[in-house]
């Protein structure tokens, strides 16, 4: 009897209204072939995530292997370094006072993330633990779009939130079983019939599969491959540092020396004032001669700064067409990415979204989408040394 019929009966001289629910499908034998769905509900929503799948796995695979071969990255004294990224982070960030007690184990949580950067993209593009993988991409999106990008104005400029989106809708779906070797999908499935009782019917050996068992076993399997690879990249980034990668440089020793003299006429400082003796507790960042020699130096205002110096930030000095040199928080006040010193046109770059500085004008805003120049750090040079010194 139909649903429709059993209302009816409880019912009597009431109109029964036909609901979907009431319409019952032929048998798939009566169904003609050219109307049967080729795919089944879940390959279909599968195939249609499966661009997103790819992208999302290929940047995540990426971005850790990048930052493991990138020297800078665990250079604390680089201005791009997770050093200096996290100290940017716990002065804009709403989880400021987490990060401010992370800020110490910078060096030490760059490593985890990277790997877990490995690990999230190969789960995604292999289906080895894939909501696990998924999760685990949404989670650090969030985490990464509530840090890199929170200072992001307006929000949609910023990538993290719609990665995190897109973690959310592929760990929802799964992967179909698409693009998802046999043996992956067997891993942690039923175990294979051995044996037969005595009325000849299959015995399985073990008990039934649990889900939890193929997630914990697809998660450790996942977790050693991403190790495996991460421990290639090592090497490789040692073998670069020796063949003389070049870093983002700037000493961070304390060398500046009270009453040191400088000569007028010969240096200037970022206000293009006249030359002034060193200040007491000046910090060493450059030397006339590097600056003079690749047109700009970046470096890391050390994180033992005083105030009101942005310790622990990206910085850069450049030296103008005029001689004089000017310094520069190298974070950009659009979402705090790094900005660059163009030598080509002259101008800090930011890489992020293309916004310009004129680095000859105190850093005003040359291009969007900012509208707050980056801020000037005091600067003086010391001609008798050919120091550069950074001071408070
Ligand atoms: Fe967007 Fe610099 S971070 S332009």
Not at 183 to 194: E, F, K, N, Q, S
């Amino acid at each position: 009897m139909s649903r429709r019929e059993q209302r009816r009966r409880g019912n009597p001289g009431r109109r029964v209204p036909i609901e979907p629910a009431d319409i019952e499908a032929p048998p798939a034998s009566r169904v003609p072939p050219a109307f049967r769905p080729p795919l089944s509900a879940a390959t279909i929503p599968a195939l249609a995530l499966l661009p997103l799948r790819i992208f999302l796995g290929v940047t995540f695979l990426y971005a850790g292997l990048d930052k493991l071969l990138d020297p800078a990255f665990f250079d604390a004294s680089a201005p791009t370094s997770i050093v200096a990224q996290v100290a940017a982070f716990a002065r804009d960030s709403p989880l400021s006072p987490l990060i401010k007690v992370a800020e110490p184990y910078a060096l030490l949580i760059g490593l985890p993330i990277a790997i877990a950067e490995i690990g999230i993209g190969l789960g995604a593009l292999t289906g080895l633990a894939f909501r696990v993988a998924a999760v685990g991409g949404a989670a650090l999106s969030i985490l990464f779009w509530l840090t890199a990008s929170w200072a992001t104005h307006p929000y949609y400029y910023g990538p993290d939130l719609p990665y995190a989106a897109g973690w959310i809708t592929l760990a929802l779906a799964g992967h179909g079983g698409l693009l998802v070797s046999r043996r992956i999908l067997a891993i942690g499935a039923a175990p294979p019939v051995t044996r037969r009782d005595r009325a000849g019917r299959p015995v399985e050996r073990g008990g039934p599969p649990s889900p939890e068992r193929r997630v914990l076993l697809q998660s450790g399997i996942l977790a050693g491959i991403s190790l495996v690879v991460a421990s290639f990249a090592l090497p490789v980034r040692l073998l670069g540092r020796s063949s003389g990668t070049p870093t983002a440089s700037g000493g961070t020793g304390s060398g500046g020396t009270a009453g040191a003299s400088s000569s007028p006429g010969s240096t200037a400082t970022a206000t293009r004032g006249p030359a002034a003796s060193v200040p007491a507790g000046a910090i060493k960042v450059a030397t006339v001669a590097d600056v003079s020699r690749r047109g700009s130096v970046a470096f890391a205002v050390p994180a033992s700064a005083p105030a009101p110096l942005p310790a622990g930030d990206p910085a850069v000095i450049v030296r103008l067409k005029d001689g004089t040199f000017v310094a520069y928080d190298a974070v950009c006040t659009h979402e705090g990415c790094t900005v660059e010193w163009d030598a080509a046109d002259g101008v800090l770059l930011c890489p992020c979204h293309g916004a310009a500085f004129d680095a000859a004008d105190h850093a005003a805003v040359l291009q969007g989408p900012t509208n707050t120049p980056l801020a000037s750090l005091p600067i003086v040079v010391d001609a008798a040394t050919g120091n550069i010194y950074l001071h408070a």
